[in-house]
């Protein structure tokens, strides 16, 4: 199966931007949903970007509302490597982040419908 590793978590001021990567292990990563998870403290883990692949075209992007227009979740399947890029970070941001992979569904879905996770990389944007 896939092994997922994310990078680039950290702590940055409100108002900044930080970039979290995911490598994807295996050389059909482009077939696989990819997506960014968070989980807060004292919160569920829970979506926050999804990108969809097919063979030869890119499919749906989707984005929790609470950070559309600050993160950009981009895949480069030629690496093997899924992105997301964080803007305008606030305070509400912090967590751990994580990267999920899936075969067949994609979307903001509950956790359980992702079979492949990655670690988690922590984020932290303090008040």
């Known amino acids: 199966g896939q092994r997922l590793a994310e990078s680039g978590g950290g702590s940055v001021q409100p108002g900044g931007s930080l970039t979290l990567s995911c490598r994807v292990s295996?050389?059909?990563?482009?077939?696989?949903?990819l997506a960014w998870f968070r989980q807060r403290a004292g919160f569920k883990r829970e979506a926050v970007a999804s990108?969809?692949?097919?063979?030869?075209?890119?499919?749906?992007?989707s984005y929790r509302e609470s950070v559309k227009g600050r993160f950009t979740i981009t895949r480069d399947d030629a690496d093997n490597t899924v992105y997301l890029q964080m803007t305008m970070l606030k305070p509400e941001d912090t967590a751990m982040y994580y990267c999920?992979?899936?075969?067949?569904?994609?979307?903001?879905?509950?956790?359980?419908?992702?079979?492949?996770w990655g670690q988690g990389t922590q984020v932290t944007v303090p008040s």
């Open positions: 999920a992979a899936d075969r067949y569904d994609c979307g903001l879905l509950p956790e359980e419908r992702y079979v492949y």
């Open positions: 295996e050389d059909r990563a482009g077939r696989y949903c």
């Open positions: 990108h969809e692949r097919f063979e030869d075209r890119d499919g749906t992007v």
